[in-house]
């Protein structure tokens, strides 16, 4: 293991990240659609910051391979959390018949724009779409792992109650840790989608000059963060991450 300083360095070889082999230590069920998976990596997992992905790679016995990338969940070890797409290629595997022992190849850990610093002592911001959640919870996990007492707030925009992935841990993480706000919005319930009062009711107001990070799909982002900058927010301090 690296030391903590070294924390998400991803190791490479000749300049490039190289792969590693990994195999499944256990998983956990977060929805119906929504599987965590704890991996075991060769040599031991590197360490990484809140915020950043993995790739991961599966070769079939036939030797075809199929590539995607997934945000890291947890503050520490390797796990990711895959929500599964109806007609996707990987993540139905992922979900529904991945097992344990088995093995992938992941690479990684990447990005250090998208990630949350410890030693940043501004507020926090989190604004999650449907499983843009993951990478805002190994932040929230991290930060309780740290001991810091950086104030959170999380907003977090799914369908519906069922849909929550990690509802009973962000309960009990809004009742024990101390400075961690969760709101959640069930947009098929109220029949519409997050909007300016959601974010001007429930986040940090831009006299705080919180540091703002935004998980989600390309449209739920480009909306929220469009939201923040018309309330005031600093565009520099606004950090997206989208898919699909």
Request: glycine residues 10%; charged residues 25%; positive net charge.
């Amino acid at each position: 293991m690296q030391h903590s300083s070294e924390a998400g360095r991803p190791e490479r070889s000749g300049g490039r990240l190289t792969w590693r082999r990994a195999v499944l230590r256990s998983f956990r069920q977060e929805t119906p659609t929504a599987r965590t998976l704890v991996f075991d990596v060769d040599g031991d997992w590197p360490g990484h910051l809140p915020g950043q992905h993995v790739d991961v790679r599966l070769t079939a016995a036939d030797g075809y391979r199929a590539q995607r990338s997934y945000s890291i969940a947890s503050a520490s070890g390797l796990e990711i959390t895959v929500q599964r797409l109806d007609g996707g290629e990987v993540s139905p595997y992922l979900t529904d018949t991945y097992d344990i022992s088995w093995p992938v190849e992941v690479r990684g850990p990447i990005g250090g724009w998208f990630v949350w610093r410890r030693s940043d002592p501004a507020p926090v911001q989190l604004i999650a779409g449907g499983s843009g959640i993951v990478p805002l919870m190994a932040m929230i996990r991290a930060r309780a792992a740290s001991g810091s007492k950086t104030p959170f707030k999380l907003l977090h925009s799914v369908r519906t109650p069922e849909d929550a992935i990690y509802a009973d841990e962000l309960r009990r993480r809004a009742r024990d840790d101390g400075g961690l706000d969760v709101r959640h919005i069930h947009t098929r319930v109220r029949g519409k989608r997050i909007g300016l009062v959601d974010v001007n009711t429930h986040a940090w107001p831009k006299d705080f000059a919180p540091n703002v990070f935004v998980c989600g799909p390309t449209g739920f982002v480009e909306t929220v963060a469009d939201i923040l900058v018309a309330l005031g927010h600093e565009p520099s301090r606004v950090r997206t991450e989208r898919f699909g």
